[in-house]
């Protein structure tokens, strides 16, 4: 439990980016992945809503790690003015309470720590589910988010190419920059021949319509669908979702605002069938059962992820007394 004299740490986006790498984002977002199949850990209900103004949405996102000893909230959302003016359209802050007392212990920058978590999320995907022989990744989507979630997922596979599709093929050559500088060959291709030679599918665009279909699919891809996060929005044909062995990070969010939203509705997958990934963290499923199975992780992004992050950058920037401290 903090005390009355330990103040308000504030940990902005620079510290974060410096105290919070790869490797540490994908452990504290696995070990909350399992507390939540266990039951330690839960979100509350999304709020989100179109604010009327500046064509922004604005939400909170919030959630309590009683296992972690993590309770706060993530706000922020989507301004798609910003980049105008030379910011990132998703903005957000994340506030750490101490649980024990309710006073809040932390201000952390949630913009980098966004991408790092979603990145996690997908990678932690792959380092369950995708078969251990995979060799080229398959990138649709070139936007903010695709180099971070290029970077984790490298790291899962020993990948030899990256095959990638995006709607806006000028936004391209930036991910290809990125592979570049991770040693691996990159190939712009169709989306037909994306599905052919890729054995680990991330998708990360901001589509409502389906990008890939599912004869275009080889047996034994994982797919890790990580853009759909609203309700409306689609990356990959129902059909696909519902051929797929499908494992999320929250079933309740899966079914409602995920990927498998569509086939939900129209009744060919349930929620029963979907499984949490904590619960393969957990070795309560066992995950892929054979090389010739689809799996497909529908990565919605839950509030629990950003919490989990924060709190590792709060505590390494307290730790090593680089974080500001403040008195409410
Ligand atoms: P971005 O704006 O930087 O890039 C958008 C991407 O989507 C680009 O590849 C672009 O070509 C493509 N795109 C844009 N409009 C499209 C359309 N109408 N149809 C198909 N593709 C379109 O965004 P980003 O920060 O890279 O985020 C990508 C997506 O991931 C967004 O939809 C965002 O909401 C979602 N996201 C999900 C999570 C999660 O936890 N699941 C976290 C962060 C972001």
Redesign the pocket.
């Known amino acids: 439990m903090t005390t009355q004299t330990d103040g308000l740490l504030i940990v902005g986006e620079e510290l974060c980016e410096k105290l919070v790498g790869r490797q540490q984002a994908f452990d504290a977002v696995q070990d909350v992945f399992a507390a939540m199949a266990r039951g330690g850990a839960w979100n509350f209900p999304v709020i989100r809503e179109a604010l009327g103004y500046a064509d922004a949405l604005y939400g909170f996102k919030s959630g309590f790690d009683r296992d972690g000893k993590v309770l706060g909230v993530k706000s922020g959302g989507?301004w798609p003015g910003n980049a105008e003016h030379g910011l990132t359209?998703?903005q957000s802050t994340v506030f750490l309470f101490d649980p024990d007392t309710g006073r809040l212990s932390a201000l952390v920058g949630g913009n980098y720590l966004?991408?790092v978590?979603?990145a996690a999320?997908s990678a932690i995907s792959i380092a369950h589910l995708a078969r251990k022989d995979a060799k080229v990744l398959g990138m649709?989507?070139?936007?903010?988010?695709?180099a971070f979630q290029l970077r984790a997922a490298a790291e899962q596979r020993d990948f030899e190419k990256v095959v990638a599709w995006?709607?806006?093929p000028d936004?391209l050559p930036r991910l290809a920059a990125v592979a570049d500088e991770i040693g691996l060959e990159f190939e712009a291709v169709s989306q037909q021949e994306l599905g052919a030679q890729a054995d680990v599918i991330i998708t990360?665009?901001?589509?409502?319509?389906p990008?890939l279909l599912k004869d275009w699919i080889k047996p034994g891809t994982h797919l890790a669908c990580?853009?759909?996060?609203?309700k409306g929005?689609m990356e990959v044909d129902p059909s696909l979702v519902a051929a797929a062995s499908v494992f999320t990070?929250e079933v309740a969010q899966s079914v409602t605002i995920?990927e498998a939203q569509h086939a939900a509705t129209d009744g060919s997958i349930t929620a029963e069938a979907i499984t949490p990934i904590g619960a393969v963290i957990n070795g309560d499923h066992s995950g892929r059962t054979s090389d010739t199975e689809i799996t497909l992780f529908d990565?919605?992004?839950?509030g629990l992820?950003d919490l989990a992050v924060a709190s590792v950058a709060a505590r390494l920037a307290d730790e090593a007394g680089l974080a500001q401290r403040a008195t409410l």
């Open positions: 989507y359209n998703h966004t991408a978590r979603t999320s649709v989507g070139a936007g903010h988010q695709s995006n709607p806006h936004m990360i665009t901001s589509a409502f319509e990008l990580m853009g759909t996060d609203t929005k990070d995920g990565g919605t992004g839950v992820q």
